[in-house]
């Protein structure tokens, strides 16, 4: 969730002191926009993955995960909000030759390893967008994990918000989850992947555009996150739960028309500076610590400023494709960030979805009309909405296709757009037919993670099992097939009579 901060609580000095701070860290920024000052030699591709830890028997999530993370001697992995989450950072790397496939090999083994730490200490790792498992009384402990930013993130929010939270999602078969909480707790059941892309700033704005096109696509191959609290609600629930824990709005904002601070955007960008001057200018500091630079002097001293700030308020800002600052060994960079996708379902699901990305997106920037230039904001919106709550099943607007089956807009024209984009990256052709034929099988057989886990749930109801019992049986299948790094699509789904037959053996 960010960079860690030295204290949970903040004076009206440091809050007055920080805006200023954060405003002449924008207009560094600026500056730096202006002379290029940013590295980029070639383009390079990073991931972030969130995980969930659960408990080896009943697969409830366990809170584990600081002796686990003391137990993994990969400096890769770190914590996250719930202590039943750890999050895996992946180096960057060219999105060219065989790297699709070693990234896949070091992503299996960097999970193994960890899965091993797990283990022994009585877990299991679980990449999942939310855990089927996840009930609400979890919250009532010490489920926050260890870390002043953690507590100040919470407390801030509740702080901003000036109550606590309301939790209210309906999903198309009626079932809803209507909750009301006094901490952020749900917010650790949202795992994700996180998709990273350097860039120059001058091409910041094409890639953000295309990223936001494809998102509502990429969400509707990619959703993995049906149920919440037993109950089944959106295709990717991940979604609409991030962006209630983190809304800070009254009521009364909300009817105002105030921004929140998870939302899909307001329109396509010509600069990576209309984001960042966006937070600075409509979002209150959550997180207001000023650090002792000063960066115009940095700048003017030929330094790379850290622009701490504007970082620390920008990690503060949820928006689905997001921009990043970096300046890593004192090089700057720009990235766009995409957060759309959920965690799992396996290894090999994972690459193919950023792959998948990485090539709509290539082509996208790179080759005739820019779609964004074809398709109004308000329907790729709209499409991300549609996606989210229907995934596999979504009908979706696209440029010259208008409404369109998503699995016929990516079997039919999508999947060529994407292999194009891929092979002007350097990927060679049997590794990208290798993944892209991944989601060309969801397309065929019409399933991704979330309607997978579904399907089973709902065979074992039929079954005779109740809700809570389905949610377990199915989650003990999905952790078995995770494991085995198989492809979501080939996942079977146990046929009723099986199920019943086995049930009365026992």
């Not at 366990?62 to 990969?74: F, G, H, K, R, Y």
């Not at 065989?98 to 960097?110: G, H, M, N, P």
């Not at 999942?128 to 919250?139: A, N, V």
Request: charged share 25%; glycine share 8%.
């Amino acid at each position: 969730m960010g960079a860690e901060v030295s204290s949970a609580d903040f004076t009206r000095e440091q809050r007055l002191a920080f805006r200023e701070k954060v405003l002449l860290d924008l207009d560094v920024f600026e500056r730096m926009l202006e002379e290029s000052r940013f590295d980029f030699t070639r383009p390079q591709m990073g991931l972030e993955i969130e995980l969930n830890l659960v408990d080896e028997e009943t697969l409830d999530p366990t809170l584990i995960n600081a002796p686990v993370l003391e137990d993994i001697s990969d400096g890769d992995f770190q914590t996250e909000v719930g202590r039943y989450n750890i999050e895996m950072n992946v180096p960057p790397r060219p999105m060219a030759g065989d790297q699709a496939v070693r990234l896949e090999r070091w992503l299996s083994k960097s999970l193994r390893a960890a899965g091993d730490a797990s283990r022994t200490h009585g877990g299991r790792l679980a990449a999942i967008g939310i855990l089927p498992t996840l009930q609400p009384e979890i919250f009532d402990g010490e489920w926050l994990s260890l870390g002043v930013r953690y507590t100040a993130l919470n407390d801030s929010i509740l702080r901003e918000r000036g109550e606590g939270l309301e939790l209210d999602i309906e999903g198309s078969t009626g079932e809803r989850v209507l909750n009301y909480f006094e901490n952020i707790g749900p917010l650790s059941g949202c795992t994700s992947i996180q998709l990273h892309q350097q860039v120059t700033p001058q091409d910041f704005p094409t890639y953000w555009n295309a990223a936001s096109a494809i998102t509502g696509v990429q969400i509707a191959m990619g959703a993995n996150s049906p149920y919440l609290f037993g109950r089944r609600l959106w295709a990717e629930t991940r979604i609409p739960l991030f962006s209630q824990m983190t809304d800070t709005r009254s009521v009364e904002q909300k009817y105002q028309g105030v921004r929140p601070r998870s939302y899909f955007g307001r329109s396509w960008i010509t600069s990576i500076f209309d984001l960042f001057e966006e937070n600075v200018r409509c979002f209150p500091a959550l997180l207001p610590e000023a650090s002792d630079e000063d960066p115009m002097r940095v700048l003017q001293d030929g330094g790379v400023p850290e622009l701490a700030e504007l970082r620390l308020h920008n990690g503060t800002v949820w928006r689905w494709n997001r921009p990043i600052y970096d300046a890593p060994k004192g090089v700057p960079h720009l990235r766009v960030e995409n957060r759309v996708l959920p965690a799992g379902p396996s290894v090999i699901d994972m690459v193919a979805n950023a792959c998948f990305y990485y090539g709509l997106v290539e082509s996208l920037t790179s080759s005739g009309r820019p779609i964004w230039t074809k398709m109004p904001f308000a329907h790729a919106e709209a499409n991300f909405e549609e996606a989210s709550r229907h995934g596999i099943d979504a009908q979706l607007y696209w440029p010259g296709q208008g409404k369109i089956d998503a699995t016929e807009l990516v079997s039919e024209h999508l999947l060529k757009v994407a292999d194009e984009g891929l092979a002007s990256l350097g990927l060679r052709r049997e590794v990208r037919n290798y993944y892209l034929n991944v989601i060309e099988g969801r397309c065929q057989s019409r399933t991704n993670g979330a309607s997978w886990q579904v399907a089973v749930t709902e065979a074992y109801e039929e079954a005779g099992h109740d809700r809570q019992a389905a949610l377990h049986e199915m989650f003990a299948h999905y952790v078995e097939h995770m494991e085995l790094n198989q492809p979501v699509h080939t996942w079977p789904v146990p046929e009723v009579e099986a199920i019943t037959e086995t049930r009365s053996a026992t």
